[in-house]
């Protein structure tokens, strides 16, 4: 519990034992009514339930037994005729209210405690046994808390055993709204700052918005994400451990299952927990948003046609629309052709990304710019498609057709989608955030959307006669066009170079660097004898394949670690969950942002807006931490935390005032944005 929250509790209690003395006993609490009520009658040596009815006044709530971060539950002070025993109070299932940065358990709505109340065996038949209990809580506002006090009092009455009375109907719904019993033992596995669930449940069973509510207090960081993820008829539950708090050796608790307000008791044993599942979130709310999601991912794929990272596979759709203007049918069908291989390129990426995910892996969208051996194919690709347009050679970039074919057309929408879908842009970083908590089939409607998105600019040219007359008619001046485009494609390849050595090391990048070298050299030679007008397609094919065997057999025993990055302006260091936790349990203001090589979109704001002397300045004179989650390498820790805030890939960039909620920051960055940060929060 942070500190100030833990003054705030203290003087909250010490508030509470002097009303004791100077509020009258008889005197009514004002914001939450409280009533006792017994459920009928019972036999001397039996057990009656007592209700105690809370009815908050709108707008102020009152506490679960383990309140949060702050408040208070109900304390008793019975007063019972001899031989009488009261047991545990039992709580309906609470909900979640967050408050300045502080989770809270709370009823907002009238809510009942139960109690069972054991007879004296001695009880005499037909008698009445007066109850009376001392209770005191806390009620309170999103601003303000009141301790409160009341005297309730109520009777029972003594039945002969055997006898039957009728009892109050109210107390079944009561009963009702109290969490079942789980039945079977849950498995606990602690693992550095992380706690570890195994919950037996049906895995038929509906979880909307499910929640752990800890028996025990300061066992957990109460407003740290919870994560998740079914396999089978299990449920795994990822908790974040309070700071300073010993692993557990058991653990209690209540798991919400859903808005209504269901929910199981269960208790937890150290034993194995598997890892992996399908996560689970709040799949109702984002399929009832399916229509705005899916525009999202529309406008996302249209933006990505102006993010820098997508701007050299321009090169390969500008050649492309130029020839577009030739017929009506060609255009046509190239552009069919082109929008069918983007589309399917991002329905294909997100399909084993979602299959990927369910069995195990902790990866994100873009993830294929994390895998070196991947790189270094796209560094050969680029190779070869800046060899073509520098005019070495005549071949399909980077197809199996003739330049400006239906074939080729699709083969360069494949690539422009591998290579652009890593640049998450504003509108699309919420669909495909969505897309990790979707069904399989909706996600999958996503993932086509933005593919379709992407390929919208040139799909709309090659059908729409009136836009295809505005391009300029086809001449001499393509062949300069395809000279001058050959120099951004270079510069992609040179970046490649430089990202395989930040994804498998410097060995490897020059490995890389080779194979390409190889391959230009060998698309020259082809192009000397196309120009000759002899034939090169058995030996090309053969010297292909052999560059692609020999990288096959080098390249993975030559992958290793990049080496150190400079430091850079502004000082950060590595973000963890721990981290984050030590620097928000301090009161510090945390300023964390995730980025990777591969991401322009990210380089682009760390040199506009992170690296800077104003940014430095002012972060130094707040007392901003700083975090620096680097993806540029597959790395689980950041991947859960990127699910957590609901992003699929890079940027991200997330503010924590001291005590505040974590606020998601937009995905293009100002320098005064950043440097604002600090005034805005005091």
């Not at 009892?167 to 009702?176: E, H, K, N, V």
Request: aromatic share 8%; charged share 15%; proline share 8%.
């Amino acid at each position: 519990m942070p500190g100030y929250a833990r003054f705030f509790a203290i003087w909250c209690q010490a508030l509470l034992l002097a009303a004791a003395f100077v509020v009258p006993a008889r005197a009514a609490p004002t914001h939450i009514a409280a009533s006792l009520v017994a459920e009928g009658a019972a036999a001397p040596g039996k057990t009656v339930t007592l209700a105690f009815v809370m009815r908050p006044e709108k707008g102020w709530h009152g506490y679960w037994k383990n309140p949060g971060d702050a408040g208070f539950g109900m304390t008793l002070d019975w007063a019972l005729p001899e031989g009488a025993s009261a047991g545990t109070l039992l709580y309906p299932v609470p909900h979640t209210l967050v408050i300045a940065g502080l989770m809270n358990h709370v009823y907002e709505e009238d809510y009942v405690l139960l109690a069972p109340l054991t007879l004296p065996a001695n009880a005499v038949p037909g008698s009445r046994l007066p109850v009376r209990v001392k209770a005191d809580w806390l009620a309170c506002t999103d601003k303000i808390c009141v301790p409160e006090r009341a005297e309730l009092a109520t009777e029972v009455v003594v039945s002969a055993p055997g006898t039957m009375t009728p009892p109050d109907p109210r107390f079944d719904g009561w009963r009702a709204k109290l969490p079942a019993p789980l039945g079977s033992v849950a498995m606990l596995a602690a693992e550095g700052q992380s706690i570890r669930l195994g919950i037996p449940l049906p895995r038929g069973l509906d979880l909307q918005q499910p929640h752990v509510f800890a028996d025990a207090d300061r066992v957990v960081a109460y407003g740290a994400a919870q994560e998740f993820r079914r396999k089978g008829d299990l449920l795994i539950v990822t908790l974040t451990r309070a700071p300073n708090a010993a692993a557990p050796q058991a653990f209690s608790g209540l798991l919400r299952l859903n808005r209504a307000g269901d929910g199981v008791e269960f208790a937890a044993r150290p034993g194995p927990v598997p890892t992996g599942g399908e996560l689970v979130g709040s799949k109702q709310d984002a399929g009832g948003n399916l229509a705005l999601l899916v525009l999202a991912a529309l406008a996302g794929g249209l933006l990505l046609n102006v993010m820098p990272c997508v701007f050299p596979i321009l090169s390969l759709k500008a050649l492309s629309l130029a020839r577009a203007g030739e017929s009506e049918a060609e255009a046509r069908a190239e552009g069919l052709a082109y929008s069918a291989g983007v589309v399917l390129a991002c329905s294909a990426l997100g399909a084993l990304m979602l299959a990927l995910r369910a069995g195990g892996s902790e990866i994100g969208w873009a993830f294929q710019l994390q895998e070196p051996g991947v790189v270094a194919v796209l560094l050969l690709v680029a190779a070869a498609v800046t060899a073509n347009l520098a005019g070495l050679y005549e071949f399909a970039v980077p197809g199996f057709a003739r330049a400006g074919s239906p074939q080729g057309a699709f083969a360069t929408g494949l690539l422009a989608a591998f290579v652009a879908t890593p640049c998450t842009g504003p509108f699309m970083a919420a669909a495909m955030g969505a897309a990790l908590l979707l069904p399989a089939a909706q996600a999958m409607v996503l993932f086509a959307a933005l593919g379709l998105g992407l390929a919208l600019p040139f799909l709309a040219i090659a059908l729409v006669p009136p836009l295809r007359r505005l391009l300029p008619r086809p001449g001499a001046w393509m062949n300069r066009l395809r000279m001058i485009m050959a120099v951004p494609m270079g510069l992609t390849t040179l970046a490649l170079v430089w990202l395989a050595s930040r994804v498998g090391g410097m060995g490897f990048a020059g490995l890389a660097l080779g194979l390409a070298l190889a391959l230009v050299a060998l698309l020259e030679w082809t192009g000397s004898r196309q120009r000759r007008g002899l034939s090169a397609l058995v030996p090309t094919s053969a010297g292909i394949a052999a560059i692609a065997a020999l990288g096959a057999v080098v390249l993975p025993q030559h992958v290793s670690a990049p080496a150190a990055e400079t430091a850079g302006l502004l000082p950060s260091a590595p973000f963890s969950a721990e981290a984050l936790a030590r620097a928000r349990a301090a009161g510090k203001p945390v300023f964390a942002y995730f980025t990777a090589d591969w991401c322009l979109t990210c380089k682009v704001n760390e040199q506009v807006a992170i690296e800077r002397a104003e940014t430095r300045d002012a972060f130094a004179r707040a007392g901003v931490v700083v975090l620096r989650g680097d993806w540029t390498r597959r790395d689980p820790a950041i991947t859960r935390y990127l699910a957590e805030q609901g992003a699929a890939g890079v940027p991200l960039y997330v503010w924590y005032a001291p005590g505040g909620a974590a606020e998601t920051l937009p995905q293009l960055l100002t320098p005064d944005l950043l440097t604002g940060l600090p005034a805005k929060n005091r």
